[in-house]
């Protein structure tokens, strides 16, 4: 006679699972923004005797409203960390060698975004990162702007020679005058234009074949330039 297993150990690894990603969570926020522990409390406090007040002044129970507040502030304590974890890990990585891939990991659907980069300057580590989407192909340069000119140049006319009605959009990453910081690079992707041409999914999948027969998959990554390590916890990037 077999007995039916017990879900406790499931939940209880669920839990601590969870319990790891929110203290992962705030560690990481808490390095850039060392008031995130202070305004978690504050908010608590402040819902609770929100709930308090509301009860003694309508004549409802107050355990009632206690638990509505406890719930109030169980919410907005996760959209406040779920908002500052992204902008902590984005701050945090900054100008390390290939973050910005971190950012574009993160892009969604709607983006073909190819995993080595499109040209690398292996002396000054300056990195094109090529993706493909709605608005067109996409150059998200990382470096100084005057320094990757001729990198830029050199890939747009390897582009138009293959692509040549296919908008081309450049975008620069930094923290110079000018560029884009890490943390508005996703914004910077929404905001590009996609009239008077907008690609279709078909036509996103054609042009990233053709970008394909580049051949720029098979560009070595020099030493020091390593997505991976730049990459931020995606979990705690969603504050779960």
């Keep these: 006679m077999?007995?039916?297993r017990s879900p406790q150990p499931k939940k209880k690894?669920?839990?601590?699972?969870?319990?790891?990603?929110?203290?992962?969570?705030?560690?990481?926020?808490?390095?850039t923004y060392p008031w995130i522990g202070w305004a978690l409390i504050g908010t608590t406090t402040a819902s609770i005797l929100l709930a308090i007040a509301i009860a003694l002044g309508t004549g409802m129970a107050v355990w009632y409203w206690v638990i509505l507040g406890i719930m109030l502030a169980f919410l907005l304590d996760m959209i406040l960390l779920s908002l500052t974890v992204r902008r902590a890990s984005y701050s945090q990585i900054e100008g390390v060698p290939g973050a910005a891939k971190a950012v574009l990991d993160q892009v969604g659907k709607g983006w073909y975004?190819?995993?080595q980069p499109a040209a690398v300057n292996p002396k000054t580590q300056d990195v094109i990162w090529r993706l493909v989407g709605r608005p067109g192909v996409v150059?998200?340069?990382e470096g100084p702007t005057g320094r990757t000119q001729r990198l830029v140049a050199d890939e747009?006319?390897?582009i138009n020679?293959?692509?040549?009605?296919?908008?081309?959009?450049?975008?620069?990453?930094?923290?110079d005058e000018g560029?884009?910081?890490?943390g508005e690079l996703s914004a910077a992707l929404r905001k590009l234009p996609t009239k008077p041409t907008r690609l279709t999914d078909s036509e996103i999948s054609q042009v990233s074949k053709r970008l394909?027969?580049?051949?720029?998959?098979?560009?070595?990554?020099?030493?020091?330039?390593?997505p991976s390590k730049a990459r931020p916890d995606r979990r705690a990037l969603r504050g779960h």
């Design 2 to 4: 077999s007995t039916a």
């Design 13 to 31: 690894r669920r839990l601590a699972a969870y319990a790891q990603n929110l203290k992962d969570a705030y560690t990481i926020s808490r390095r």
């Design 113 to 115: 975004l190819e995993e």
């Design 139 to 141: 150059l998200v340069v």
């Design 156 to 158: 747009r006319k390897k």
């Design 161 to 175: 020679r293959i692509l040549s009605t296919v908008p081309l959009h450049v975008i620069n990453v930094g923290t």
């Design 179 to 182: 560029q884009v910081r890490l």
């Design 212 to 226: 394909s027969s580049l051949g720029a998959k098979g560009l070595p990554i020099p030493k020091g330039i390593d």
